[in-house]
């Protein structure tokens, strides 16, 4: 008895379906998805390093030795806040932590120049002590940009600082000083210079040795070798706000995916003004509008899947952007934030679609290129890239067509750059062993050192808190006795 052949609904109920299954693939480039996720996977092992308690001692040990030398700095002429509070950020400016100009920057690289980097923002004035929306004169300057005119302090802050304004005068006869970015990066790198200077006179055992110290435009870079740890702190002069500024006050009445995640209260603590100017502006009197306080705040409510991307991304363009000078890492920073607003959480929540994350910055980054429009986050009337040549907009975008074309073998490249990075830090590490200055563990004579307790505090602190805000209460009369803060966390 001859049986039918089963039809196309009995084969498939029977498991007889022999479709292929296709791995999930990228159109463009073809690479495979699993395959970029493993990447990028592998660059946040290599580019994320654990801390063991001898690297957080010594990441505690610089920092004090730089809030102890910023003490001292407030003394010698009293033009700092005494009560100052500092905002420490985790990586350079070169990292893009900070929305400021890389042109004038030297360039340094983890591994060979030093094996950490943080920025560090000093207010040389403060305004806290307004409620309302802060209004700055933009009547000089393009958007996101202002003079600041020393009219809003007192005489005694007028006094201490007209050496470092450019003077106005009106027809009416009246004088107005206007606080100059230059002037004021000046100051701070001679008395820098000055402080280093007089420390260096009298080196105390498990003092960090200052390695180099340049002024980059109106940013003192400060390289400390300690231990066996190199640290690179970028120190930015700023101008502290509390409160809002009036110009991004628009900014306030949209929905953004941060809502009723943090308040806005957190968001809107408080603004700088940071020593930068427009691409036509007068780099004597304009500073730049800083919204750093709010980023760490922002940087919360980011998936890691997201961060995974956008550190992986950020690698691979600074150095492929890095000639001309045209893209930042914070233009970067401020694109990953709109994707923010842009998409809805559950999607960017996924932990499995950093690959997909990842070619989507980097279509972000071509399509702000070609368009040359990248909107400030908190600012959109603001263009980033308004001022950019035909040129050079089409030539960046070029070079990221290309990583778009293989995305795989960019990432594999980012990650040899970062593991022969780590290379060199453990071999300098190894050779400074028995030859670099002693570490403060190693003083065994001074019965104020940390004991294990203290090691262990400090690096939960460092491994729990990557990138987060540290704010900083110092005395410059006791600079033994910090008081900070992580985020809303007093230590």
């Not at 700095?73 to 929305?99: H, I, T, W």
């Not at 980097?117 to 933009?138: E, G, I, S, Y």
């Not at 390289?223 to 740890?229: K, T």
């Not at 900083?472 to 809303?488: A, E, G, L, S, W």
Request: hydrophobic share 40%; glycine share 4%; charged share 25%.
């Amino acid at each position: 008895m001859k049986m039918a052949a089963p039809t196309a609904s009995k084969a498939a109920s029977l498991g007889c379906n022999n479709k292929p299954t296709f791995p999930e693939l990228d159109f463009r480039s073809g690479a495979r998805v699993e395959e970029l996720n493993k990447l990028i996977q592998e660059f946040t092992k290599h580019d994320q390093r654990e801390y063991d308690d001898q690297r957080a001692l010594e990441i505690h040990t610089a920092k004090d030795f730089i809030f102890s030398m910023l003490g001292m700095v407030q003394k010698l002429d009293q033009k700092l806040p005494v009560a100052n509070e500092y905002l420490l950020l985790s990586g350079g400016v070169r990292e893009g932590v900070v929305d400021l100009d890389l042109d004038e920057l030297n360039v340094y690289a983890r591994g060979t120049d030093y094996d950490m980097d943080f920025t560090l923002l000093v207010p040389a004035l403060k305004l806290h002590d307004r409620n309302q929306p802060v209004t700055l004169d933009m009547r000089h300057s393009a958007l996101c940009h202002s003079w600041l005119s020393l009219r809003l302090f007192d005489e005694g802050t007028i006094s201490k600082w007209k050496d470092c304004c450019t003077i106005v005068d009106h027809i009416n006869g009246a004088t107005n000083y206007f606080f100059s970015p230059t002037k004021v990066a000046d100051w701070f790198h001679d008395s820098i210079s000055i402080v280093l200077s007089e420390i260096q006179k009298k080196p105390q055992r498990g003092m960090p040795k200052v390695e180099k110290v340049e002024k980059n435009g109106t940013i003192i870079s400060i390289i400390l070798g300690v231990g066996s740890s190199r640290m690179l702190y970028d120190i930015v002069p700023v101008v502290s706000f509390k409160g809002w500024p009036a110009v991004a006050q628009s900014w306030l009445m949209e929905n953004h995916f941060w809502d009723g995640k943090i308040t806005e209260e957190e968001v809107i603590s408080g603004f700088y003004l940071v020593p930068a100017c427009s691409y036509k502006g007068k780099k004597d009197n304009e500073w730049r509008l800083s919204f750093a306080r709010s980023e760490v705040q922002l940087k919360k409510c980011i998936s890691s899947s997201l961060m995974q991307a956008y550190q992986a991304c950020k690698a691979i363009i600074i150095k492929l952007l890095s000639r001309p000078k045209a893209i930042s890492p914070y233009h970067l920073r401020s694109m990953m934030l709109w994707a923010c607003d842009r998409l809805p959480a559950n999607y960017l929540a996924q932990e499995d679609y950093a690959a997909h994350f990842l070619l989507g910055l980097i279509d972000d980054l071509q399509h702000c290129l070609v368009n040359k429009m990248c909107p400030n986050y908190f600012i959109p009337q603001c263009n980033m890239l308004e001022h950019l040549s035909e040129e050079t907009v089409m030539l960046h975008a070029r070079k990221l067509s290309s990583v778009r074309s293989d995305p795989a073998e960019h990432l594999r490249t980012a990650i040899e750059h970062v593991k022969a990075a780590n290379r060199l830090t453990l071999e300098l590490q190894r050779r400074g062993s028995t030859t670099s200055i002693p570490s403060p563990q190693s003083d065994g004579g001074d019965p104020n050192q940390p004991d294990d307790r203290l090691a262990k505090k400090l690096q939960q602190l460092v491994t729990e808190n990557p990138g987060k805000s540290i704010s900083v209460f110092i005395n410059p009369d006791d600079v033994t006795r910090p008081h900070f803060r992580i985020d809303d966390k007093f230590f």
